[in-house]
């Protein structure tokens, strides 16, 4: 062979060569836009190409574009186009047979054409392993109060080289269907290894063998990391404050700029961002204090899974081993003692990371994972403190592949019968995973404090039901501690509670009602059993609670429901019509509330769009509803459970507060609160009685602050999507209040509509509820006097003085003539003499507080 022809040979490899490794280089990552024509770009520069191609036979697919945006959307691609399936259909993608690869898909549950997502439960499986089934994005964005879903998993290499993605419709549901929005497979380098298993010190996992989804991926004492901002692997980092247990949440001092982080050998550069490893939460400066509590997490996880916890470390302001030692601990089990910072890394600024394994069954009940540190004494350090930077929590596979969970139970969000989706099951699970409820009592509260810790974990007091595989928490979610009681046949809960000014109701009327329980009835689930619509005395319609067996949070419940409402009666209080307690059931019988709640009518998908007015008119109700409790009725009875899922709306657009399974009687003339355990919602939650557990009727005061900035700005309590300041929607209401602009903050919808002087009158009510302090906060009485006068600048914005002090008056007569009809007025006002009673009518006209 001559020289020229060598030459040409070597070209002809080296060409080779050069295209085969652009061809490997390219088929390492794929990132989708589903059902698009053609590429697009997203919000923030990154790339989407047409799916097309990759589908198997796209011809048996169909697209289609969503018909609205929600404005909580990062971008409109990949999210307002989507690829329908009708039928078991799969993506085709080569990929390395090497490498691990991330698999991300992006849901925005809307309508396309003529198709409700309410209707589409689907199953996903790549390759042996199922990521989701039964899979509701629907009910999952309803449950966390989001507008879309990203589910992320990480799979083991795949030795063929050939990656299938299959979405299966489900067949257990007429017209079902599947859907996607944005698919991203993306090689990553192998960040797992082996794993010691938390409580057992001889066992470990290889986790490099194992498919995981990713749970939670937090930046602990930071804010929000896009996958932009990551280092190199596209992940999003999360703020951890929604998570952190009690009030005890530390502090979160950041780095100085004159700390460099320096990655060692052993930690790569991909592991975590700089941005995670200058920011911290630690316990705080007194040290005494610190010896007495655990700075604590929680998440919401699946059960019947092993996970692999991932906890990241920098110490950015101390310089020696021995100055700040902690232990880590696991669900109450510890997973290392001695934790010291500077001892793993040698010096300040230097990354460090810890992963352990923990299996979670189902034979506590229990579907929270529990993360806490605690200075650890025995070390005798320099400083009795904990720091964490960051925290990820994977669910690794089963022993079948499977990584899916079941659908999270939404808050009760009841809706009208013409706005609610059609479901058509075909098998008895259907109950299970229907998401809407049409108008009853919302949930029972979240245990949110009040649990005691030991100085090597805690006690375990919250119970709930059912795994829920989330990003985030959930937030709508209300759930109440409760003891697991045997219940007996019989009515004697029942009779000695209700008083007998209870209707009781046999098993087999109920029965009757609601079609012996016919799953196709169910217009709710929540923490205490399943609702249904059903139907009384020929032809009422109403709405039917049945408790379930095995909820945590049946008895006392039932029976605080029976004692408070069976007694009172007001035309803005939700009206218990009976009960059954008979073979072991607990069934309450309320009025049918046709529109729902208050929130469904703001901000969760509903076509309904409440003007001003209306929102006015339904506050001004729900405030005269929550002063009778105060003021009206025999004794003091504080809700403990405010919040727009709670307030219900008739065929009338009546407000009526509901859910009374919270309540309390307030403190005695002699008493200023009630000491009692921290019961309710994240984001309405007053401060106040957080920190304290000293309850009082101004903590219904300070819920409904945060339900009035609700209406205003038509958005949820919490939102995690958001800013760190903009999360909560009392602290952002407060600091735009202070910073003057408070009204770049109204739902747009409405800002029109509002009146300059009816405005600056409800938001500064709204303001003075969320007082830190319960003392500074006005009665409920104030808040009602001062939406009337609201109503009154809305109404009549040239001269509402001439008539404020008239319509005052009719809403006291209104007030007084719907006080009750059960309590007898000598009862009613049993001790008081005439000018006691009158101090009602006081506090309306000249609010005072109480």
């Not at 329908?84 to 054409?113: E, G």
Request: hydrophobic share 35%; charged share 20%.
């Amino acid at each position: 062979m001559n020289c020229d022809a060598n030459i040409f040979f070597w070209a002809i490899i080296c060409s080779c060569i050069i295209n085969r490794i652009h061809s490997a280089s390219s088929l390492e990552s794929y990132v989708l836009a589903c059902g698009a024509s053609s590429n697009a770009t997203d919000a923030n520069g990154r790339k989407w190409i047409s799916d097309t191609e990759f589908l198997n036979a796209p011809e048996k697919t169909t697209s289609a574009t969503a018909q609205s945006q929600d404005p909580s959307l990062p971008s409109p691609v990949p999210y307002m186009r989507a690829r329908i399936f009708h039928s078991k259909s799969s993506y085709k993608f080569s990929i390395s047979p090497v490498k691990r690869h991330w698999i991300r898909l992006h849901f925005y549950p809307s309508f396309y054409n003529s198709l409700n997502c309410f209707d589409s439960f689907f199953s996903v499986t790549v390759d042996g392993f199922t990521l989701l089934n039964n899979f509701s994005a629907s009910i999952t964005a309803q449950a966390l109060t989001q507008a879309y879903i990203l589910r992320e998993f990480t799979l083991i290499p795949i030795k063929s080289g050939a990656l299938s993605l299959t979405f299966i419709p489900s067949t257990n549901y007429d017209n079902s269907f599947a859907f996607v929005n944005g698919i991203e497979i993306i090689s990553m380098p192998e960040i797992f290894g082996v794993v010691p298993y938390v409580g057992f010190s001889d066992m470990s996992m290889d986790a490099e063998y194992y498919s995981m989804q990713t749970m939670y991926r937090l930046n602990v004492g930071g804010q929000f990391i896009p996958g932009t901002n990551d280092s190199g692997l596209l992940r999003t980092w999360y703020d951890d404050s929604p998570y952190i247990f009690g009030a005890a949440e530390g502090v979160s001092p950041k780095a100085s700029k004159k700390v460099r982080i320096e990655y060692p050998s052993s930690v790569p550069k991909y592991i975590a961002p700089v941005d995670v490893y200058t920011t911290a939460r630690m316990m705080g400066p007194n040290q005494t204090l610190n010896l007495n509590f655990n700075l604590t997490w929680v998440f919401q996880i699946d059960m019947n899974f092993t996970y692999l916890v991932r906890f990241h470390f920098c110490e950015y302001q101390l310089s020696k081993a021995n100055q700040r030692v902690f232990d880590i601990f696991i669900n109450n089990q510890t997973a290392y003692s001695g934790a010291d910072v500077i001892g793993w890394t040698g010096g300040k600024g230097v990354p460090v990371y810890k992963d352990f394994a923990i299996h979670v069954d189902d034979k506590s009940g229990d579907d929270q994972l529990w993360v806490a540190l605690h200075p650890d004494a025995t070390s005798q350090p320099e400083y009795y403190n904990a720091i964490l930077n960051g925290l990820e929590i994977f669910k690794v596979n089963d022993t079948k592949g499977n990584l899916a969970g079941i659908n999270p139970v939404p808050s009760p969000t009841p809706e009208s019968p013409e706005k609610r989706p059609a479901f058509s099951s075909k098998s008895n699970n259907h109950g299970q995973t229907v998401g809407i409820v049409l108008g009853t009592v919302a949930g029972f509260g979240l245990v949110v404090a009040g649990i005691s810790f030991f100085r090597y974990g805690r006690k375990k007091v919250v119970e709930g039901n059912g795994g829920r595989s989330s990003w985030l928490p959930l937030y709508g979610s209300s759930r109440s501690s409760g003891t697991k009681t045997s219940k007996s046949s019989g009515s004697s809960r029942y009779t000695s509670s209700g008083g007998g000014l209870c209707r009781y109701f046999s098993l087999p009327e109920i029965k009757l009602g609601t079609n012996n329980f016919d799953d196709s009835g169910v217009v709710g689930v929540g923490g205490f059993g399943k609702v249904y619509k059903g139907y009384i005395d020929g032809g009422t319609v109403v709405a039917i609670k049945r408790a379930n067996p095995s909820s945590e949070q049946g008895v006392h419940e039932f029976q605080t429901e029976i004692n408070l409402l069976s007694k009172l009666r007001h035309r803005h209080l939700v009206s218990l019509i009976g009960a059954c307690e008979e073979d072991n059931e607990m069934i309450l019988v309320y009025d049918y509330m046709a529109n729902g709640t208050l929130r469904e009518h703001l901000y969760k998908n509903s076509k309904s769009n409440l003007s001003w007015n209306q929102r006015l008119d339904i506050c001004i109700g729900s405030a005269r509803g929550l002063h009778y409790l105060h003021t009206g009725a025999k004794h003091t009875i504080i809700h403990r459970d405010v919040k727009s899922t709670n307030i219900l709306l008739d065929e009338n657009w009546v407000a009526k507060v509901s859910d009374f399974g919270l309540s309390r009687t307030g403190p005695t003339i002699n008493e200023t609160h009630v000491s009692t355990v921290v019961k309710g919602s994240f984001g309405y939650l007053d401060p106040e009685y957080f920190r304290r557990q000293k309850l009082t009727e101004k903590s219904d005061v300070y819920s409904f602050g945060v339900v009035l900035f609700e209406v205003l700005c038509n958005r949820p309590a919490l939102n995690p999507n958001l800013p760190k300041e903009q999360v909560s929607l009392a602290e952002w209401a407060i600091l735009n209040h202070q910073r003057g602009t408070l009204d770049a903050i109204i739902d747009p919808h409405i800002k029109g509509q509002i009146t300059l002087d009816c405005f600056k009158n409800f938001a500064e009510i709204a303001i003075k509820c969320l007082s830190d302090n319960g003392v500074h906060r006005p009665s409920m009485g104030s808040v009602l006097w001062n939406l009337e006068y609201s109503l009154q600048f809305q109404n009549n914005p040239d001269g509402p003085e001439r008539v404020a002090e008239q319509k005052a008056n009719e809403a006291y007569k209104m007030h007084t003539t719907l006080l009750t009809i059960e309590e007898e007025d000598d009862e009613l006002y049993e001790g008081q003499d005439e000018h006691s009673a009158n101090e009602v009518f006081s506090q309306i006209v000249n609010p005072q507080g109480r």
